[in-house]
């Protein structure tokens, strides 16, 4: 069974940083492309990057551009997601994501909260 477990989530303080990571299991990861996927409290699902199966190309939603990065280590069936120069505005739980074939494949999600 494909499973995704993300930890790292924690309250951290404005312009702070935070290295969120997705483990995966039951599946060979590096054959996927992988997506990162917030929700803000009262708010529907946000893109936030997509990451390629090689790790050579990434892309963001604008509003974390400049701020967030996400690479993969294939060989540890690991996605990460460094987030920096954190805003209030980033606080939410954030899942890893994976489309497997016809099959969607999320994490439980971790908690980021963003404040002072």
């Known amino acids: 069974e494909a499973q995704l477990a993300e930890s790292g989530g924690e309250l951290v303080q404005p312009g702070g940083s935070l290295r969120l990571s997705c483990a995966a299991s039951g599946f060979t990861f590096g054959s996927y492309d992988m997506s990162w996927v917030r929700q803000a409290p009262g708010k529907g699902p946000e893109w936030v990057s997509v990451?390629?199966?090689?790790?050579?190309?990434?892309a963001y939603s604008d509003s974390v551009k400049g701020r967030f990065t996400s690479s993969r280590d294939n060989a540890k069936n690991t996605l990460y997601l460094q987030m920096d120069s954190l805003k209030s505005e980033d606080t939410a739980v954030y899942y890893c994501y994976g489309r497997l074939n016809s099959e969607n494949c999320w994490g439980q999600g971790t908690q980021v909260a963003v404040s002072s």
């Open positions: 990451i390629n199966t090689g790790g050579s190309k990434v």
